[in-house]
């Protein structure tokens, strides 16, 4: 949807190259969609794509336009408003849930919006080399990655919503998971283990302070839990035994009377799975998805195992890198917590990592609607432990 | 938007002709707006517009075509499920608070279904004489009408949940408000009066029962009152002081935080109020709408007054006919309770009226948004006591 | 628990004999319950014993001592702000969800309390002979009366709120109830029936405003509805089927999962209801009681036939005296509202009944638990239709 | 309160004397309360007195005298119901919100139970050397003087939720706060580090897992931090801004309107604090008590420094045990997770602490409430990091 002009005239300039790149796949990723399914928010955890698509393009005007390009015009007063998510520095905004209700403006104008934007970075790109320029596109851009896999997360919780469980043709975007290899268990020596980002490329805040962490002796699964194993779970009746489970989790299980994964359905006895494609037999040989923390646990203790701490992952996948394919996300039991010396950055950047820190558990890896070259061994994500709509899975671990 | 080829043969035929030119003003009203506008559902209470256009043309599938027209197809075989309301005859539905997640099917779908039924309806009515056809398609009208006043007081409301509080040009298709006439006080003589429904013409099952009534002498307004005159409650603190509320219309008012009507704004001290043409600075000659049954009830204490009953007002409305024009509705002191004799019908439409007779009060008259031709000095319209959305205001009496 | 020095005085003195007899009845009610039993306030329509023993006395402190006893001190500076029910007009409250709180002041600084407004009253009465001071102690006897029905209510509540299902011996206090007399008809001629308070004794504001009702020819039992003819509804899938309920009472049978009225236990096969007495196998010929108004009205449907209005209930208790026993309150099919002419009293009092009138069903007659004296024809007693915990039973009309 | 005859015989039985000591303890700390005062349950996360001096009790009732006293009869067959606390092993219970409803059985009847318990206890303990009732019997009384601060930190909220505000003498039984010392700052070397119990006492299995962690240079604080110095953060509007704040504190804050620790007021400009013995102006060189780890986290970061995590605590107070008084319990920058190689214990009593294990964050050290001889410098207390009404303060650590 970017002007042809515009694209014609970035050959030799890589960022812009990049940003033009990356940009285009967010619109690329909602092309099957309808005017009417950009606007629904059915939870407040939940963003309307519409909300992505704008919030990502605020990010560049308001943290990049404003500050960096002489004479920028706002698209338009009110969108800082509407479209700040969390940026408390930033001033007031839309409460979290009411996005639903963000019906105006009309999508065609956070079309043009995008393209307003992305013009005018254009012309910052070109004609400024301040280097903090850079390391805030790349921000914005690493941040758009990620609401792009927000965007597919959320569009597909918002279709199980509707009554009529539409299909969503994403798939020719998204990459395609793969019949899970045999067990195998691999093995790692106690000792004292490096953890966190090494390099000069961009890592997020929470990957710095590299450091170390004393690690016993134990050995990981050579690829994540399939549909298939975690079944034998629920068949045994592992949602309806106390015993496996931690106590909120228990509650959880009762209080919202969850006896299965995230969109998966029971139908005449058979097991079905709503992907983005629709509604398909649940194949065994897939890698489990859409699980939250607390079933995590509860698996790995009806199994006799346990999941591994963050830095246990971080060592394995470094030891053993072609046994981490970041197809779903992995639950570790790390909480979401400091490294060693971090510090907040100042200023509204700084709100981007650090304040979340608390009731959240690490996710390790990446997964099928993780943009292209995102992911690192050292790259931490996180969420509340009774959330399932995410796409994660989990690997288990042995003590030796 | 109905074919031309189906309007043109149908000049010989009175209620098909009135049933296409009620179905073509559903349509119009909805001109002004965006497809992204028919979605949304901010509250329980309110229906999006998509909803309203679906959901009356169900009606005339649900009780006419699939009992009348041999060998009708359902348009779809999942809108009863998703367009039904309330009827439980009828079978399951989607919840009332879940109308806010059909955004599939699409707007475009809605149409279609809409032209789809009236295309059979108009096959139905030529080949069909049996009068109880025409009876359901007369109270499947009745209801449409009802529906075109709802919809532009969902609309209303919807516009303003959006913080760019959007213009709704429907203007052109409501009556408009007056300046209010001069103040003066009609009076009704004590004796038995007759109430409810006389004629032979379309009336709701909670209008029969015609019956004596023992009234007092009553004089009434010659209008509703104004915005000026509520003005002055406002400012003599009438929010502030519980002595003119009702105990539970206390609790609302501190509840949630009620210091005004539904749609006024303060301004850097001045007042305005929104309307479908946008936010306008407070007339004050113009009837006052938007208020709840406990802002009424303590306006009229405040003012040494009280609200008419149902039978006094229909009493009055009758004697006075001149001074009743219908611009908003007016809250009674009377409960919305079944006459004399009220039976409940059999069947699915016996679900329209009875099954509401309690904690509702009733309102008479009619307003701007009231389709031609709907009102009767014998309506019954009901809502809860707190509730503002709809337009309504008050009359007041003073006991002679 | 009254000083005997105190009651030896009072011989010749008509008032405060009655005031001292009524109040010594709240405390003989209380006399079988433990210490702790008196703190409890399981829900916010239900108050602890020990809070009706301190309400009723503050009433007299706050309306009479305070007002016409010269030096009166207050017993304790904080107990107006503690024992204050609704009286906006004497200021801040303890909000009444909060009530369950009051372990402090201990039981036996109430019971103090008591004697200590109970002496300063006996002194005011004995040398204030102003008609207003009788007047208002009439009202705060009439309301310590109303308390006391309540309390027996409350306390029923909150026995069975409490696992062990404690027994409550307070049985010999209060009426017996009687096994149902054979069902007939009792009918009544269409015309014009003067309704209201009509006497020179006391009476409640709501019951003011006598006045002429038009009604038409009707029939009515000669006694309430029997556990027995209830149990033929329940054991016919009543509470099954949506078609007997009103819509909000259909939502509160589902969201409540009310499946019979409270107090109804089934315990292998068997029904058993719970009384003051304990857990009883269920008397089909006792009168049904702790129902609803929207069983009540469901029950009517079920069998065809409908609940009393308010003046159908007057003037039936009028011609047939003998056939109104007041063993329960018996729901009627009117709204709690104004009577013609009714004025809300100046002054703290006034906030008795008014300000009540909406959103409330009335009920007529009495129940087990009324205190003796306390009925009359014209009673209008009132509760919000879902509420189940009164001794609130119904009885049928035909029509003619 | 129990038998002379029991205790006289009890001189040569260590382990009897320690359990008659320890539970008689329990007894006295209630001993300036009222009858009234054991009953009421303002929250879901506190429990009435009465219910801890039963549940205490129904501990060695369930775990041990019905499993090793042969012939043992109950002392009540539905105790076991009404006073286990989460024990799922044990079977149904009373919901944890429904404590405040155990109006009975009476208190008496409590303290009957004690002594019956006790009194088989000694029994029990004088004839069976099996050491897994030892093991037991210690692990109960380690849980009766968690319930001991319990009973302290419960009623010292319950008393504040009294309109009244009433004293509770029970400081004689406490420790008495001091008055802090200068400031220093205590360093520690960078290396690795062991953490977990050492020795052949008794210990929570949470704190076994004896292993290496890998600490890097600080220094923290030599005492906790003081109510003058936060008063400070107080003051220069630490409420009210969210630069302080965690995303879900400041969310916290601004639901709640928290605008300081718990049990502090405001009055007429001069700041006081609640405790045991009333209401005092608040000692500026006292330690800050009742801060939830939002408050304490975010005083950390307006100080620019951080709390430590457990294992720098730990270590630090291994190293200047002069400096760790345990005067309140102190937040930690730790979750509450399982150490390497922990693993749940079978049956009930494994479900002591590992359940707990998500979103808490992890207290060290102790309190005046905490009962004597029963801290250790590897005891892990665990609350959620909203909470306020524990003895929670915090002590600071910098980075070298």
């Known amino acids: 949807m970017e002007a042809v002009s515009t694209e014609s005239r970035t050959h030799t300039h890589p960022l812009l190259m990049r940003f033009l790149h990356i940009r285009k796949r967010s619109v690329e990723l909602c092309s099957a969609l309808k005017t009417e399914d950009f606007v629904c928010q059915p939870v407040a955890w939940v963003s309307p794509p519409k909300w992505h698509l704008a919030h990502t393009t605020w990010f560049f005007e308001a943290f990049i336009l404003t500050r960096f390009l002489p004479d920028y015009q706002l698209f338009h007063k009110d969108y800082n408003f509407l479209f700040n998510s969390y940026y408390e520095t930033i001033g007031e905004r839309v409460q979290r849930n009411h996005r639903g209700m963000?019906?105006?403006?009309?999508?065609?104008?956070?079309?043009?919006?995008?393209?307003?934007?992305?013009?005018?970075?254009?012309?910052?790109?070109?004609?400024?080399?301040?280097?903090?320029?850079?390391?805030?596109?790349?921000?914005?851009?690493?941040?758009?990655?990620?609401?792009?896999?927000?965007?597919?997360?959320?569009?597909?919780?918002?279709?199980?919503?509707?009554?009529?469980?539409?299909?969503?043709?994403?798939?020719?975007?998204?990459?395609?998971?793969?019949?899970?290899?045999?067990?195998?268990?691999?093995?790692?020596?106690?000792?004292?283990?490096?953890?966190?980002?090494?390099?000069?490329?961009?890592?997020?805040?929470?990957?710095?302070?590299?450091?170390?962490?004393?690690?016993?002796?134990?050995?990981?699964?050579?690829?994540?839990?399939?549909?298939?194993?975690?079944?034998?779970?629920?068949?045994?009746?592992?949602?309806?035994?106390?015993?496996?489970?931690?106590?909120?989790?228990?509650?959880?299980?009762?209080?919202?009377?969850?006896?299965?994964?995230?969109?998966?359905?029971?139908?005449?006895?058979?097991?079905?799975?709503?992907?983005?494609?629709?509604?398909?037999?649940?194949?065994?040989?897939?890698?489990?998805?859409?699980?939250?923390?607390?079933?995590?646990?509860?698996?790995?203790?009806?199994?006799?195992?346990?999941?591994?701490t963050e830095f246990e992952w971080e060592t394995a996948a470094r030891l053993y890198p072609a046994c981490f394919k970041n197809e779903v996300w992995e639950w570790t039991q790390s909480a979401y917590l400091a490294y060693p010396g971090f510090r907040i950055a100042e200023g509204a950047t700084g709100e981007y990592n650090g304040k979340f820190m608390i009731n959240q558990m690490v996710l390790r890896g990446g997964s099928l609607a993780t943009a292209p070259g995102h992911s690192r061994v050292s790259y931490r994500n996180f969420f509340h432990p009774h959330l399932q709509w995410q796409f994660s899975g989990v690997r288990l671990v042995n003590d030796a």
Chains 1, 2, 3, 4 share one sequence.
Request: a negative charge; aromatic letters at 16%; one cysteine or more.
């Open 102 to 308: 963000l019906f105006r403006p009309p999508l065609e104008d956070i079309f043009a919006y995008r393209r307003y934007v992305e013009e005018h970075m254009a012309h910052l790109l070109k004609e400024n080399a301040d280097p903090l320029v850079s390391e805030l596109v790349e921000l914005g851009l690493q941040h758009e990655q990620q609401h792009q896999e927000l965007l597919i997360t959320d569009t597909k919780y918002i279709f199980t919503q509707n009554p009529l469980l539409p299909v969503w043709d994403a798939k020719a975007t998204l990459e395609t998971l793969r019949q899970a290899a045999a067990l195998q268990w691999l093995s790692v020596e106690e000792g004292v283990y490096e953890i966190g980002y090494e390099g000069t490329g961009f890592c997020f805040d929470n990957e710095w302070g590299r450091h170390k962490q004393y690690l016993r002796n134990f050995s990981i699964m050579n690829r994540p839990v399939t549909n298939g194993e975690y079944l034998e779970f629920l068949e045994a009746g592992g949602y309806q035994n106390f015993r496996y489970w931690l106590s909120e989790g228990w509650e959880w299980v009762k209080e919202n009377d969850i006896v299965h994964p995230m969109y998966w359905y029971k139908i005449e006895e058979q097991w079905w799975s709503y992907h983005l494609d629709g509604l398909n037999p649940l194949d065994p040989a897939l890698p489990l998805m859409h699980i939250s923390y607390f079933e995590a646990d509860a698996y790995a203790r009806w199994k006799g195992q346990r999941l591994p």
